[in-house]
């Protein structure tokens, strides 16, 4: 969430709205065919206190999903419900990855700050290091041998 809070009356697409009867009617399914699609963990509705289905605005669009994979892919109801899964595991996924993207790139940023505060406090009196190149000449010092005299 983002930190504001919601209206509770407001409607989002998974709002749990719609009774059994007209969730059929949207997904063009038979309401028997919710009812088998709930038991075989497909499409989970919301329940009431009485325990009635309510169906969200996401919930009729996956029902729809289901019914076209089905009917014009030919994928059987186990095969679709991997497939269920393995969509709500990638989303997942999707979504941790934005998170820690964004961590990432908060974290870039605050080491970005810090840096510029450690340069802002070097002293300016400083003469700043130079690289230089210097010749490939061997140079051997020895010292001056004490005299025995």
Same mark, same amino acid.
């Given at each position: 969430m983002d930190g504001r809070r919601r209206n509770p009356y407001e409607l989002t $697409? &998974?709002?749990?709205v719609y009774v059994i009867s007209v969730a059929a009617q949207l997904s063009g399914l038979h309401p028997q065919t919710l009812r088998q699609y709930d038991r075989l963990g497909l499409v989970s509705p919301d329940r009431t206190a009485g325990r009635g289905r309510r169906y969200s605005a996401r919930?009729?669009?996956l029902l729809r999903t289901v019914q076209a994979l089905?009917? $014009? &892919?030919?994928i059987n109801l186990a095969g679709i419900k991997r497939i269920i899964e393995l969509e709500n595991q990638v989303a997942a996924l999707q979504s941790r990855i934005a998170e820690l993207s964004a961590a990432v790139d908060g974290?870039?940023?605050?080491?970005?700050?810090r840096e510029a505060q450690v340069h802002a406090s070097y002293r300016r009196d400083l003469v700043p290091y130079q690289d230089v190149h210097q010749a490939s000449a061997l140079v051997v010092w020895r010292p001056k041998r004490a005299s025995s005299d």
């Open positions: $697409d &998974e709002s749990p919930d009729i669009e089905s009917q $014009d &892919e030919g974290a870039a940023v605050a080491l970005q700050q």
